[in-house]
Every structure is written in structure tokens, then in C-alpha cells.
């Protein structure tokens, strides 16, 4: 049983298009995140989500929207992608307050 | 701001041999530390964490690692390393405001030699 997943794995696309990458827990968790991954391996925050509130928002470009349906999903959808937003793309959950927060096994997106 | 150093970009290690991995963070309070360790192609796993309590805290796979405050350093530790061990580890400190984000540092690269 798989506690966080992604889908897709792997995204390959062109500049310009819009795409979603998917993430659900199967955790019970509160809490969900979007973190980002660049090409040197620094990891940082993108988003988080609290029971579907939005709780951080961190100076990520308004092509980047995250929306969750429930507490268990938390989706990524980017708009009018960039070579620069290629990246490793990763969801994390967590219960509500200053746990350890569980991750995905991540997105490659590759803008060419 | 919160921030977090691993000075070390690589190590490599003889395996059988010790390890250490440093970490030092830069945060107002004692704050939330982790270490957790990325296979290639793989997702982050949780190694260990330190809320507060005993300074020295045990984690999986056999590693520990040391809080100490007047230091401001969170040191990862493993007596005896296994060639499995090769991996990326990441030190990270949890916010203690209301959006326990997680501050990463950039990660040391483990390499063991047979």
C-alpha cells in the first residue's frame, strides 16, 4: 500500500502547455505539500495545505496552482510551462502540527 | 530566517568505516530537525527526527544523530556503513509556527567505496 503517490511518474512536455500532476495519501493526514526539487537537489516548499485550506504560499509564480478536492488529494497544475519550472516535483503529507511529513516518490518534468 | 547548512557537497567512506554527516541550522527557537535520505530515483524516507528530550536520537537503518544547541548543529551518525547506504541525506528544520514547513539543506552525497 502505497501512503503517498504521484502520477505521472515521468512528464515530458513542450514550453507553453499546461499540465497537472496528481498527488493522494492514504495516511489519514491533515496536512499536504508540494515541495520542488531543482536540478542541484535543493528541495523547497512550494505550497501546503491544511483539511483543503491553503496554509503556505511560498513566492511561486501565479502559473503554479495548487488545488485540493479533498484532504487526501492535493493536485499541481501548471500553466504555460518554462524551461526553468523542469524540475522534481515532490507531494508530502503530514498530520496537522510539527510532525515528520511523509513524501511522494516524486514527478520528473522535463520542459523542452 | 531559518536556513540550514550541510557543509559537506560529498563524502565517500569505505564501507565497514564510520560516518559522519554535519548539519547545522541558523533558527530563533530550538526548532524541529530531521534527516531524512533520498535513493537515486526515489522519494524522501525519514531517517530520524529531534522534537525535544534526549539530544542523541536513534533512527532506522542503524543511524543516529546529536542535537546540540549551544552548536546549533544536528550531526547524523552511523558506526559501520553498508554499501545500501550509498544515497543523498537531507537535514531539514520544521518551522514552529503555524506552517511547519520543512527548510531543507542541500544535501550531502554519500558515496561508499567496497
Known amino acids: 500500500d502505497t501512503a503517498v503517490s504521484q502520477t505521472p511518474k515521468y512528464l515530458v512536455t513542450q514550453m507553453g502547455n499546461d499540465k497537472s500532476i496528481k498527488c493522494e495519501q492514504n495516511?489519514?493526514?491533515?496536512?499536504m505539500y508540494w515541495y520542488k526539487q531543482d536540478s542541484k537537489k535543493f528541495l523547497k516548499i512550494m505550497f501546503s495545505?491544511?483539511?483543503?485550506?491553503?496554509?503556505i504560499n511560498e513566492t511561486v509564480p501565479n502559473r503554479f496552482s495548487p488545488k485540493s478536492p479533498d484532504k487526501a488529494h492535493l493536485n499541481l497544475h501548471i500553466n504555460s510551462l518554462e524551461l526553468g519550472d523542469s524540475a522534481v516535483y515532490f507531494c508530502?503529507?503530514?498530520?496537522?502540527?510539527?510532525?515528520?511529513?511523509?513524501f511522494g516518490p516524486g514527478t520528473r518534468l522535463t520542459v523542452t | 530566517a531559518q536556513s540550514v547548512t550541510q557543509p559537506d557537497i560529498h563524502i565517500t567512506v569505505s564501507e565497514g568505516a564510520s560516518l559522519e554527516l554535519r548539519c547545522n541550522y541558523s533558527?530563533?527557537?530550538?526548532?524541529?530537525l530531521f534527516w531524512y535520505v533520498q535513493s537515486p530515483g526515489q522519494g524522501l524516507q525519514l531517517l530520524l527526527k529531534?522534537?525535544?528530550?534526549?539530544?542523541l536520537v536513534q533512527g532506522i537503518k542503524g543511524f543516529e544523530a546529536e542535537f546540540k544547541r549551544s552548536q546549533s548543529s544536528f550531526n547524523l551518525r552511523k558506526p559501520s556503513v553498508h554499501w545500501s547506504d550509498a544515497a543523498e541525506y537531507f537535514c531539514?528544520?520544521?518551522?514552529?509556527?503555524?506552517?511547519?514547513?520543512?527548510?531543507f539543506g542541500s544535501g550531502t552525497r554519500l558515496l561508499v567505496r567496497p
Open positions: 533558527y530563533g527557537a530550538t526548532p524541529y
Open positions: 508530502a503529507s503530514s498530520p496537522a502540527g510539527p510532525y515528520e511529513q511523509y
Open positions: 495516511l489519514g493526514h491533515d496536512t
Open positions: 529531534y522534537f525535544s528530550g534526549d539530544t
Open positions: 495545505y491544511n483539511n483543503k485550506e491553503l496554509i
Open positions: 531539514a528544520v520544521g518551522a514552529r509556527d503555524s506552517s511547519y514547513k520543512l527548510i
